[in-house]
């Protein structure tokens, strides 16, 4: 069975940003399978289709720059790239999918030049894009060490595949429990169950890498991202959730320290507002009613077709469990990394339910009104839950499972 089913000719693949495609019956597929196991192939007018999974600044340890080359059999440094990208070959079997691209800051526009201007916008080349390469490069070369993950080369830029007409669609591409090299995964339909919801500053600044990995293992936020321009107008502010998923198929693991700022902007109603700080939404008692109905707006898609999550895993990762900060992370479920996470159906609920942190923030920090006066501007508010003054902890789950049916009701029982 195909995990991933996409045109059969790459001519009729469609592209963001440019009005050309691929000249039918000229081009073909080839997997990164092919580029690492086959003898030499030509792959001049090859395809290779691949999906980002996430962006990492490279550290400062000499071993994070270090390449592996097949031919030499050595290991040598590399000061030609400051970034890395992981993307996932959509036509390689799961487990032996995943290869990365090593990317500089300095000649950035060369691997985004067909649609630069998508590399720092929203739905652009973040977690989750699809791209095409023509002509990649056999692999010569691995990431680290022998048995690291296989470095993609290419000449000329990627391009940005039109998901929504390129009939482009996924079903699941399970991890393997015995592959030890990273791969990446994709699950439909999962139910997510939150453990640990928090709200934080990420250092991301643009749109680029999506906060992903913003979180280091010992709960420290990285000082900067891969990203490489700062996207003005974006709230800093992001969830940062721990969970446990669900699959259809019933496996179960648990997911760490998840920031998308993407997700973020999901279910919130314009996001966080860049004028606000976390301090002052715990101040003012706003983040109890903003995880109440976080949790509940979850709820309502595991309710309606659950969530479809793209991430990675690797075997073996000490940190990864030990770090599980008071979870029960039992040995065989080992701690997927979600790059990221969307509703696997269109949200079940309208836009004017989505968390509206803006007025839940005023609506907490204003004076308790008299009772008289509450109940006025309570019908004058058709999206009221956040209008409550104040709620102790206790209440604020009620308040917030409630807000679907009747809002009024619930917010009279308590004034
Ligand atoms: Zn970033």
Redesign the pocket.
């Known amino acids: 069975m195909s995990r991933v089913t996409c045109p059969a000719d790459p001519g009729e693949l469609r592209f963001l940003g440019e009005s050309a495609s691929i000249p039918q019956g000229v081009a073909s597929y080839v997997s990164l399978k092919e580029l690492e196991e086959s003898e030499p192939i030509s792959t001049a007018l090859s395809i290779l289709l691949a999906q980002v999974i996430t962006?990492r600044k490279t550290g400062t340890k000499p071993n994070d720059k270090s390449l592996y080359s097949r031919v030499s059999q050595s290991t040598k440094q590399s000061n030609n790239f400051d970034r890395t990208m992981t993307l996932m070959c959509l036509k390689s079997p799961p487990g032996s999918n995943t290869m990365i691209v090593t990317l500089d800051g300095r000649k950035s526009d060369e691997v985004f030049s067909q649609c630069l201007s998508a590399r720092d916008s929203k739905d652009g080349f973040g977690p989750g894009a699809i791209v095409a390469i023509r002509g990649p490069e056999m692999i010569s070369t691995y990431f680290g060490e022998k048995s690291g993950l296989p470095v993609l080369q290419f000449t000329g830029g990627m391009k940005l595949v039109n998901k929504a007409v390129s009939r482009i669609t996924f079903s699941t591409i399970p991890s393997s429990s015995t592959v030890k090299r990273m791969h990446a995964f994709f699950y439909e339909g999962v139910k997510v169950t939150l453990r640990q919801m928090n709200m934080a500053m990420?250092n991301?600044?643009?749109?680029?890498?999506?906060?992903i990995d913003?979180k280091s293992s010992d709960g420290t936020w990285k000082s900067s991202?891969?990203?490489f321009v700062v996207s003005k107008g974006i709230g800093s502010i992001v969830f940062d959730l721990n969970f446990s998923v669900e699959t259809p198929q019933g496996a179960s693991f648990e997911v760490l320290r998840f920031t998308s700022?993407s997700f973020t902007g999901l279910l919130t109603r314009n996001g966080f507002p860049s004028s606000i700080n976390v301090e002052q939404i715990e101040k003012a008692g706003a983040d109890y009613l903003i995880y109440s109905q976080l949790e509940q707006r979850i709820q309502n898609i595991n309710d309606n077709g659950g969530f479809d999550i793209l991430g990675w895993i690797r075997i073996g990762l000490k940190n990864d469990v030990s770090s599980a900060e008071g979870l029960k992370v039992r040995s065989s479920d080992m701690v997927r990394h979600v790059t990221r996470m969307r509703a696997h159906n269109a949200l079940p609920f309208s836009t004017n339910k989505l968390i509206n942190v803006e007025e839940i923030l005023t609506e907490a920090t204003r004076p308790t009104l008299p009772v008289a006066s509450a109940k006025t501007a309570d019908k004058s508010n058709l999206d009221d839950t956040s209008k409550q003054p104040s709620l102790p902890a206790a209440s604020a789950e009620r308040a917030g499972k409630s807000n679907l049916d009747d809002d009024s009701k619930e917010t009279a029982e308590f004034v």
Do not use: A, F, Q, V
Request: proline share 7%; glycine share 6%.
């Open positions: 962006y990420t991301c600044c643009g749109n680029l890498c999506d906060s913003m991202c891969p990203c700022r």
